[in-house]
Structures are given as C-alpha cells and as structure tokens.
C-alpha cells in the first residue's frame, strides 16, 4: 500500500491527503490528551467510536441545513471531508456551567445559564488557546463582520437542535467546541463550514437524570470508565449494538468492522450560501 502524505497530526486526529481534489482523510486515534497535553493516555477504541458519533452527528446536522466538511465514512477509523481553509479559532457554545466557565466566574458547576453563551479561544497551544472577544477576532483579521455573525447564527442553530436531540436520548448537552473553515467557490464566492468533528471528546454530555459525566472529563479527572461512558453515548445514538465493541478493554475489531458506514448523501444536494457577493469568473 502506498504510503499517505499527512497533512497534519493533532492531538487526537491525523489529516492525510485524500484520494480526490479538494479532499482529506481525517484518521481518528485513540490517544486522550488533556491540560494542553500535559496528561496523555491511550484509550482502546476511543478513535472507532469518535469517527461514527462525530460521522452521524454531521449528517444530522446537514438535515437541517447546517454545511460540513463530512463527505461519508472510509472505515472505523477514517473519514472522507472536504478541504477547507481552517479559521483559528475554536467556538464554544455553553449551556450549564461546568469546566473552565465554573472556574472564572465562580459558578457552581451544573448551574443552568440564563441562556445560551458563545465563547470564542484563539487556536494556539503554544499560548494556551487564550479566550477572545468580537474585536480581537475583527481587528486582527482572522473573520470579517460578515464571517463572524454567520458562524454565530450557525452555533446557535446547531445548539438547538443538539440540545433537542440528546435530551431525546437522555442527555445533556452541557458544551461543546466547534470549528470552522472556509471553502472558495469558483467566482471567489466564500462559504463557511462546519469542521473538525463533534464527539465526547469536545462535548461534555450528563445523564440527564444522575448527571453522571459521559465525556472526556472522566478522563480529565480521572474518574475511569471513559470508554465505557463513550460507547453509552454511542449505544444511546443507535450507532453500535447493544453491549457496544469493546470487550474486556479491548475493541472487537471484527464487529466494529462490520458496522455500517455512513455517508452524507445531502453533501452532494447541498445548496450553499455564500457569506460574499460572487466576483466576475476568473479569467483562465
């Protein structure tokens, strides 16, 4: 087999050059990481179930309209999506006080917030993802007005079907960090996407009758049981069979194997919206 460019490794991803133009391979691992990588694990089988929860959450999303980067699922590890220019900045959609939130204002974690908040960090682990406000984002360039109230509207409609949907299945949605990228039409239109990936490792998700914690906090602090609490999130969604793929803290390989891959069947019907007016063709 022919060896893959990557792209980029992150913490929990590896991005390798796809098969067609305009396309990626986002590889998931099954590394954890947590306080800026300062604590690392591996956790059998986090990757498999990161890549379908994330996989079926983006396509959900794209019922509603939302545009993502998710073409359809190669394998249990590995999916297909779109080649964007990444924006540097994560974006947090809060809904209960827990994490850092808690921390700065003091606030019991667990405490509902009187609505919604949209939080925004500059994407630097050097400098720790310091947390910025509109200003910064407009006056150093990284989003243009227009760019920055599209990605607002579009958080907030993603948190409210989110929310919808897991309280369906008995859950919380406390936060969760989403990101974005660009994509160029060929009139120099701009569309804006949804990327990366959504999953336990970037939602924190209660029980919503115990609260019991069913993300990457158990990880972070160190409660145990983490890929346990990601395959009840997964089982929760209709995406593993019951009793789930890992057996005796290893991953069935033959069974996750043989789920069933999901592709996005509206990528290929969607009807973008471009956030700039259309210029003149380029000349060729």
Request: net charge neutral.
């Amino acid at each position: 087999m022919s060896r893959r460019k990557v792209i980029y490794e992150g913490k929990a991803k590896i991005v390798y050059e796809g098969p067609e133009p305009g396309t990626f391979i986002q590889y998931f691992k099954d590394d954890a990481t947590a306080m800026n990588g300062e604590k690392k694990a591996v956790i059998a089988g986090k990757g498999v179930l990161n890549n379908r929860i994330s996989a079926h959450l983006m396509t959900r999303l794209e019922s509603i309209g939302i545009p993502t980067h998710f073409i359809r699922s190669v394998n249990m590890r590995e999916q297909m999506v779109r080649q964007l220019e990444m924006i540097p900045l994560e974006v947090v959609v809060r809904n209960i006080a827990a994490g850092s939130l808690a921390k700065r204002l003091g606030i019991k974690e667990g405490t509902y917030l009187p609505r919604p908040i949209v939080e925004f960090y500059f994407k630097k682990d050097e400098l720790g993802d310091p947390m910025v406000n509109e200003d910064h984002i407009i006056g150093f360039g990284w989003l243009d007005p227009y760019e920055l109230d599209e990605i607002i509207a579009m958080s907030w409609r993603i948190n409210d079907y989110l929310n919808g949907m897991f309280a369906g299945i008995g859950l919380k949605l406390v936060d969760f960090k989403l990101e974005y990228g660009r994509l160029w039409g060929e009139y120099g239109e701009l569309y804006l996407m949804l990327a990366d990936e959504i999953s336990p490792d970037n939602c924190r998700l209660w029980d919503a009758q115990t609260n019991e914690k069913l993300d990457k906090d158990r990880f972070r602090q160190d409660l145990g049981g983490v890929i346990e609490a990601y395959q009840q999130v997964a089982e929760r969604l209709g995406l593993v069979p019951k009793g789930g793929i890992i057996e005796g803290g290893s991953i069935n390989e033959q069974l996750a194997a043989s789920l069933t891959q999901i592709d996005n069947e509206l990528a290929g019907e969607r009807r973008l919206r471009s956030v700039t007016k259309p210029t003149k063709p380029r000349k060729v």
